[in-house]
């Protein structure tokens, strides 16, 4: 039996498909939310030289490494959908946005809750910081471009292109950032080289695969009113039990 | 018709749109009294001391100049999208990213030439050295193109928009980071007398990487932007 490779390529399959997945993704973020917060609060150790304020980074690495992630998995979405020319790559990229940019903010918020304590200052111009913070704007940017044009098919494809550039361009902002702030004040605070404790470990694994899934959740959730949104004078849409319910309750 | 080559197609965009530059040259001078009135505020915000104003001067005189292109950028494309010119330059049998090009170079000669030989008068302001200028300069001549080059991409792709120049801003600024790092970077340098020689490297790097792409890009946008 051949296989159909692009079926769930069409909006109109996706959203069916994306609807089964949401709750068991939401459902299994939930689960390891809670088994990592658990490890993380009462089974990993005090840090000797931090104390209880290392505890932050269950939440504050994941989100980092989920902001940039996403962002490249969004740049590479709306690649594929300037490339050729299809209409879910579009949708998912702009359902991707705002959730990268809120880890993206969650990161940056925790690390300023996190430095005021340990370096005694809200916010350090640290090449990481900087480069976290113009990642934020370069999400903002994304958006609001997508948002202030009309047309979603040209909003689509313009948020694409800057995409591209913006992926680009980060490892570019990166460097001459790190560069930058070695030149300037040079090495700032660095993790220190202790190897981490099993259970630290085992604590920050499980809150980055709670956060994948969570992201995978929420951007399926999002793609799915983005279709019903951009396909509602279709037969299709009209037909879903939801909406036709909806319509016969009016 | 006889077909362009594609240097004298370059050569005639950027000669048309220096006339129309020339034609309405209040919009030219706005962005020049801008960037000194901006400079200029910096003193008097910081106060007169002769180090500390040193001390700022290349980040100071950066950012106005990043600040003053960014206000330029709008009217790019928007004139030639008004009065239809644009359409008719995307139906031209030659290659539309030269076209861009020579808009780019046109830009620049209008917006950044100028602050280059605006910023020796601002530099002796802040009291900055002889040396430190020259390098400042040479750091603006590297730059201020790549921030024309860059700036299209955004202008393209927020044509005709509303509150376009905000946005523009907001799309453009933080992609033109690097090259303030490293614009005030090789001032730092110098006045630290160490070897500014490889941030302007850098720069020339990002200058022909943006040569190269931003053309195509930009050609891209506008396609985006006028279908």
Not at chain 1, 8 to 15: G, I, K, L
Not at chain 1, 128 to 147: D, N, W
Not at chain 1, 216 to 238: C, D, F, G, P
Not at chain 2, 112 to 121: D, F, Q, R, S
Request: proline letters at 4%; a positive charge.
């Amino acid at each position: 039996m051949a296989i159909n490779w692009f079926k769930y390529s069409a909006p109109t399959t996706f959203y069916g498909l994306a609807g089964k997945l949401v709750p068991w993704f939401a459902v299994a973020s939930a689960a390891l939310f809670a088994v990592g917060l658990y490890i993380g609060f009462a089974v990993a150790p005090m840090d000797a030289t931090q104390g209880e304020f290392y505890r932050i980074i269950f939440i504050h690495v994941p989100a980092s490494i989920l902001s940039m992630f996403l962002y490249l998995i969004m740049a590479g979405y709306a690649a594929l959908g300037l490339i050729f020319n299809t209409r879910l790559s579009a949708m998912m990229a702009s359902a991707m946005a705002p959730t990268g940019a809120l880890f993206a903010f969650i990161s940056l918020w925790t690390g300023a809750l996190w430095g005021k304590p340990m370096w005694g200052a809200w916010w350090v111009w640290d090449a990481r910081m900087t480069s976290e913070l113009i990642l934020l704007f370069l999400y903002l940017g994304f958006i609001a471009l997508h948002s202030s044009i009309d047309d979603p098919r040209r909003a689509d494809r313009a948020a694409a292109l800057l995409a591209i550039v913006g992926s680009v361009n980060v490892p570019i902002i990166y460097f001459s950032v790190k560069w930058w702030n070695t030149l300037h004040q040079g090495s700032t605070i660095k993790f220190s080289g202790t190897s981490m404790h099993i259970a630290m470990q085992q604590a920050m694994f499980t809150m980055l695969a709670a956060c994948w899934l969570y992201a995978i959740a929420v951007t399926l959730a999002r793609v799915r009113s983005i279709i019903l949104e951009r396909e509602k004078q279709t037969k299709w849409v009209s037909e879903l039990p939801e909406v036709a319910q909806g319509e016969g309750k009016q | 018709m006889k077909k362009l080559s594609l240097f004298s197609l370059l050569v005639l965009v950027v000669r048309r749109d220096l006339v129309l530059a020339m034609r309405c040259r209040t919009d030219v001078l706005t962005t020049l009294v801008f960037f000194v009135m901006v400079v200029s505020l910096f003193p008097l915000g910081v106060g007169p001391e002769a180090d500390m104003l040193r001390k700022i001067a290349p980040g100071v005189l950066w950012v106005a100049a990043l600040l003053s292109s960014m206000l330029s950028l709008g009217r790019l494309f928007a004139a030639d999208h008004q009065d239809g010119t644009l359409e008719q330059m995307l139906l031209v049998p030659q290659s539309l990213a030269v076209l861009v090009l020579g808009k780019m170079v046109s830009h620049w000669m209008v917006s950044g030439l100028p602050l280059v030989l605006l910023a020796p008068v601002l530099g002796l302001q802040f009291d900055m050295s002889v040396e430190a200028i020259g390098v400042l300069m040479l750091g603006l001549l590297l730059g201020t193109p790549i921030l024309s080059m860059l700036g299209a991409i955004g202008a393209a792709l927020t044509l005709g928009l509303r509150g376009g120049g905000v946005l523009l801003s907001l799309l453009v600024l933080p992609l033109c980071i690097p090259v303030l790092i490293f614009g005030t970077g090789a001032v730092g340098a110098v006045t630290a007398s160490l070897s500014y020689s490889s941030h302007l490297s850098l720069m020339g790097a990002m200058f022909v990487l943006a040569l190269t792409f931003t053309p195509w890009v930009t050609a891209q946008a506008l396609r985006i932007s006028m279908e």
